[in-house]
């Protein structure tokens, strides 16, 4: 009876139609997860592709404001006041602090020495305004702006002294 059992468990196993026997069923799984795998890093890189066009449209899209915006600062004419080329040729300093007490706008003043940039203090009224820097010119301010809000201070701004 045991042998009879067992030829028929052998027989069963042999003969049988199962997808796992040879592993068969395994591969075909292994190559539709590949398969599924190669269609998600596709969609994947699609997406990035189209996200990298957008930011870059925006980029543009955003520089053309600025230049516009300082072209009509730089260009066009207040009536009473003469116009804003004059007030072009300012001073533009490019803040990353301000404070009220004067100790701590030095001691912010000495870090930014530290990284580098030709830091110095601006009184306005009761203020201590900490500058990583500063320009004669708007649209050059506008350019080292971008750098120190990356290295400093993402609240970095542009004081016009006039």
């Not at 602090?97 to 009184?123: C, D, L, P, R, T």
Request: charged letters at 20%; glycine letters at 6%; proline letters at 1%.
């Amino acid at each position: 009876m045991k042998k009879m059992l067992f030829l028929l468990l052998i027989s069963t196993i042999t003969f049988s139609s199962c997808k796992f026997i040879g592993g068969k069923s395994v591969k075909s799984e292994r190559d539709s997860l590949r398969a599924y795998a190669y269609t998600l890093e596709q969609k994947v890189a699609n997406q990035e592709q189209d996200h990298q066009a957008s930011l870059d449209q925006l980029k543009q899209e955003s520089q053309a404001m600025i230049d516009s915006i300082v072209k009509i600062y730089e260009s066009e004419a207040v009536p009473g006041k003469g116009n804003y080329s004059a007030a072009s040729s300012g001073n533009y300093y490019l803040i990353v602090g301000s404070f009220k007490k004067a100790s701590n706008a030095s001691n912010w003043s000495s870090k930014i020495s530290n990284m580098g940039y030709q830091a110095e203090i601006v009184k306005v009224s009761y203020w201590n305004l900490v500058s990583a820097g500063s320009s004669t010119n708007l649209r050059s301010a506008l350019n080292e702006l971008s750098s120190i809000r990356s290295d400093v201070t993402g609240d970095a701004w542009i004081f016009v002294a006039r």
